[in-house]
């Protein structure tokens, strides 16, 4: 089977000279259909680094990443911004949402992007079950840190990405409003057959995953489960 994203040898630095930062040391990587895999690791350790370089959003500096066996160094700038559209959902540490649109209309735009209705999940599940119903109109300054975070996830699951990398999706929610993100991630990988990364600080949620890997320096390490 095709893994659904693959790093081969990935390396990422910062800067130049005696400013090198070797945030990424080199990094083999495999994400199959159904698997949810956990990163943790201290602060600075290259975990968002390693996510960011994974879903596309830098180039590494070294190393190849290949997205259901099509290498992904080759590609246009175009078809990198097609394939990051269609097969990936992020839900970053900085919230990504769109300054002047409200939470409706985050998900509007989106199904403006992409007509295709079939490829959509419930909106009005989705709102349910992170309970956005009632800020649904309102614009991201006008939200807590919880619900930007709810809402943030609403538009990454929205139109059914195959890998959704979640960069610390829990941290500013209530204890079991993070279970309940957490089992979403669960079943969005085990029951729909996509592949999920979350990045936590949270090693009660640690539980729900398939696989543990440790950041440590830039180095990836799988943790092997007793
Ligand atoms: N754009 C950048 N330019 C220069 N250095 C950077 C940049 N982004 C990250 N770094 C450095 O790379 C290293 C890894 O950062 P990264 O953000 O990946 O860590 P992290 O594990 O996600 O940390 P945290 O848990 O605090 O979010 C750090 O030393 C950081 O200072
Ligand atoms: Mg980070």
Avoid: C, W
């Avoid at 070294?62 to 911004?81: A, F, H, M, P, Y």
């Avoid at 295709?116 to 419930?122: G, M």
């Avoid at 079950?129 to 809402?151: C, F, I």
Wanted: glycine content about 8%; overall charge negative.
């Amino acid at each position: 089977m095709t893994p659904l994203i693959e790093m081969k040898q990935v390396t990422k630095s910062y800067g130049e000279g005696n400013m090198k930062v070797v945030a990424l040391h080199e990094t083999n990587f495999q994400l199959n259909a159904g698997e949810f895999v956990a990163i943790v690791g201290p602060s600075g350790s290259g975990k968002t680094t390693f996510l960011t370089t994974l879903g596309q959003l830098q180039e590494p500096s070294g190393g190849k990443i290949l997205v259901k066996g099509t290498e992904t160094g080759n590609l246009t700038e175009k078809e990198k911004t097609d394939l990051r559209f269609k097969e990936f959902g992020f839900i970053l540490q900085a919230s990504n949402l769109i300054p002047f649109l409200t939470v409706k209309e985050q998900l509007d735009l989106i199904d403006r992007l992409d007509k295709d209705e079939s490829s959509k999940s419930d909106r009005q599940e989705l709102f349910d079950l992170l309970d956005l119903n009632k800020v649904q109109n309102h614009y991201p300054k006008a939200l807590s840190g919880g619900e930007r975070q709810r809402a943030a996830i609403a538009r990454a699951l929205y139109n059914n990405p195959s890998i959704v990398l979640a960069d610390e999706p829990t941290a500013s929610l209530d204890t079991q409003r993070a279970y309940q993100v957490t089992d979403m991630l669960a079943s969005i990988a085990h029951e729909q057959g996509r592949g999920v990364v979350m990045i936590t600080h949270d090693t009660r949620l640690l539980d729900k995953v398939d696989r543990v890997f440790i950041m440590n320096d830039g180095h990836l390490v799988e943790e092997i489960q007793a």
